[in-house]
């Protein structure tokens, strides 16, 4: 098993040959040395596949990398990322290089402070459901028992009673804020919902799919017995994650490019992928990895569905996700000892979660001593645009300072400040127009955190998993096993719905 949960599902690959032969080897181009185009290059050079992997920028990890600063002491990454327990493809690409996973450090809590002053917690929560759920609604502040009563149990049942993939399409054209309005969820325990959820998107609730928040209920509380806890990379992405990875990539023969751009796919002379400095790199496959707005620019710079526009259109009908801001401060001073390494942050103007880099990575951690003060990130998701970056910047310290009123005063030693719209937009258009994995040619796969994919995964899983996916689809036309995939359970899990389900037919009749 890949974790605690004894219900995670095996998603067994088709078998094949467990290696092609030394003399018959395709080759396959990745472009994108993000996750997914790790995982792809990863299944694919572990059948003995040659793999060439294009990255345009100089590190690998895509929208999970780090890069050095210009004093070679200090790092920075476009803001933290939980690697949940239940992200098992993800973890399992990990474990090729780190089979113990020492790289991760186990986060105690990831608590969330509303401008009214309460916070929830999710330290103490069961991590079996349907205790999970029972237990932060006893716990929470958020939730009251005249709230409760306002539920709609049907609605409700939704998050309980679900099946993949079929509950993706089931709420095509519904909006998250929909969905919870539908359902009369509590507003004051919304923050739970669209803060740890949707917001983890960087989109606004009224354009996020309703289908996509109820598998993430589904994937990370109600549907999984791993927990809402997480861990976290105990030193800057590309030191613990990606360079050991790569390392390990080149021991299987895998040749990676990076601060190479591609600018545009041939496949009438064979798979050709021509990169901007005039490089063309010939292969019998190519996985497209990128994120959405590299992918639709190299589709127009392609032949690929050239005789499907239906399928041209899907591509070119996707969008960005709104842009989302990250800070990271040098503070001349610590921030208490008492802090969370994370705090998710509600109602405090444009801020959405605060981190203490020093409590987690070991960079940080020695300028932190070094210093005498802490390194702080602030983060802020799905801004409205255009973003005006001093304005933007100076609310983000000013409710940080709200937040933690000792780093009121504090001064920046260093700071560095991005903003990006680069993440896919899950909205609520019908689900089976995504783009998938397949494409109109056998010779090309896409992969990424903005593919569609049966399963209920998201965000860096998704990444992986649609990354395993492609490697596998190509492995099948060349006879070779695939990968298996391993997902939380793809049905609701709790015995308690048709119980439900019965009680509320009675209450319509009255009966109760």
């Not at 299944?43 to 003995?48: H, I």
């Not at 801020?351 to 020093?358: H, I, K, T």
Request: charged share 20%; hydrophobic share 40%.
């Amino acid at each position: 098993m890949p974790g605690r949960d004894r219900r995670a599902v095996r998603h067994p690959a088709r078998p094949g040959a467990l290696r092609t032969p030394p003399d018959q080897q395709p080759r396959v181009v990745v472009v994108g040395g993000g996750i997914a185009g790790l995982a792809a290059a990863t299944g694919l050079a572990e059948r003995g596949v040659g793999v060439t992997v294009v990255e345009r920028e100089d590190q690998l990890g895509g929208r999970v990398r780090s890069w050095p600063l210009n004093d070679h002491q200090r790092t920075m990454s476009r803001g933290f990322h939980a690697f949940f327990r239940q992200y098992y493809n993800l973890r399992g690409l990990l474990r090729r290089a780190d089979p113990s996973l020492s790289c991760l450090l186990p986060v105690a809590d990831y608590p969330m402070v509303h401008a009214d002053g309460h916070e929830d917690s999710f330290a103490r929560i069961p991590r079996t459901p349907p205790l999970n759920l029972i237990s932060l609604v006893a716990k929470s502040r958020s939730f009251s028992a005249s709230d409760l009563r306002r539920v709609d149990v049907g609605a409700a049942l939704e998050l309980l009673d679900v099946s993949f993939p079929e509950t993706f399409s089931a709420h095509d054209g519904q909006s998250a804020t929909a969905f919870l309005d539908r359902l009369r969820f509590p507003d004051a325990a919304r923050h739970l919902a669209l803060e740890v959820f949707a917001r983890s998107f960087f989109a606004n609730p009224e354009q996020f799919s309703a289908g996509e928040l109820v598998a993430m209920f589904h994937s990370y509380f109600l549907g999984s017995a791993e927990g809402l806890l997480f861990d976290v990379p105990l030193d800057a992405y590309d030191n613990v994650l990606w360079a050991p990875l790569a390392q390990y990539l080149n021991g299987l023969g895998v040749e990676i490019l990076t601060g190479a751009s591609a600018r545009a796919l041939s496949l009438l002379r064979g798979s050709t992928v021509t990169m901007n400095s005039g490089l063309e790199i010939g292969a019998d496959a190519i996985v497209l990895a990128t994120d959405p707005a590299t992918t639709r620019t190299l589709m127009a710079e392609s032949d690929l569905g050239s005789s499907d526009p239906r399928w041209r259109h899907r591509i070119e009908a996707t969008r960005n996700a709104p842009p989302f801001a990250v800070g990271r401060l040098w503070l001349d001073r610590l921030v208490r000892a008492e802090r969370a390494p994370f705090l998710g942050t509600s109602g405090f103007g444009p801020l959405d979660n605060v981190s203490v880099v020093e409590r987690f990575e070991a960079g940080a951690r020695s300028w932190s001593q070094q210093h005498g003060g802490s390194v702080v990130e602030v983060h802020a998701y799905a801004l409205a645009e255009p973003v005006n970056q001093p304005e933007l910047k100076q609310a983000l310290r000013a409710e940080l300072g709200r937040v933690y009123p000792e780093t009121a005063d504090a001064r920046p030693v260093e700071e560095e400040w991005l903003v990006k719209n680069d993440c896919p937009l899950m909205d609520t258009g019908p689900w089976h127009l995504r783009p998938e994995v397949a494409t109109p040619d056998r010779r090309v796969v896409l992969a990424g955190d903005g593919i569609r994919c049966d399963f209920p995964v998201a965000l860096m899983e998704r990444a992986a998993t649609t990354g395993f996916l492609a490697a596998n689809h190509l492995l099948a036309g060349w006879g070779l096993r695939g990968h298996d995939i391993w997902t939380v359970p793809m049905q609701g899990r709790h015995r308690i719905v048709p119980l439900i389900h019965r009680l509320a037919a009675r209450t319509d009749r009255g009966l109760v």
